[in-house]
């Protein structure tokens, strides 16, 4: 055996690990347990029965409830956009400013709406000129009406050169892009 005085110049760490002192770690106190296999219950067929028959209704009853759908997050308003709280304060405008702005404002607003009558009106009347016209040229001669109906490229000139797509570099490694997935996933 080591002696005591060996021991308190040992460190501790060195005494865990001496294989001539056994560790206290590694002392069992508790008596050895000897167990078996539970025993097997005596199922009942009748009550086993009744359990399958609990999980068919409950199923039914599962398959009654229609599917809950999986809601659209860009038709969802934020909670936020809801609030309607001003960050400014509008400026205090004296009665005869805010008189003025309210008569200027309905006077704007006839404008803009006899300024969009007349647009419709010329417009209507424009394609009630132009459905009569084809109608007369349909009468006259065929060719021309097939003539006038066809499209005129030289109306508006747009041209496009080059291939219809573009050709992979040769050699090239595309990079695999990082993001993070925040979408959620629904169960049904």
Known sequence: FISSSVLRCM???SVRHSHWITSVFSLKTSLPLRAEPKKKKKVDPRRELMVKE???KKVKKLEKIPPELIPIEDFITPAK???EIRVRTPPKLSFEDSERRALLLKEWSRYKIS???AEMAAIE???KAQTQALK???LESAELYKAAISPDNSLFPFQCHGPCYTPPVPNQEAPDGKYNDITRVYTQ
Request: overall charge negative; proline content about 6%.
């Open 115 to 117: 300024q969009h009558e």
């Open 136 to 138: 007369e040229l349909r």
């Open 54 to 56: 609990r999980l068919k």
């Open 125 to 127: 009347e424009a394609l």
């Open 11 to 13: 460190p501790l760490s």
């Open 81 to 83: 956009c809801f609030d």
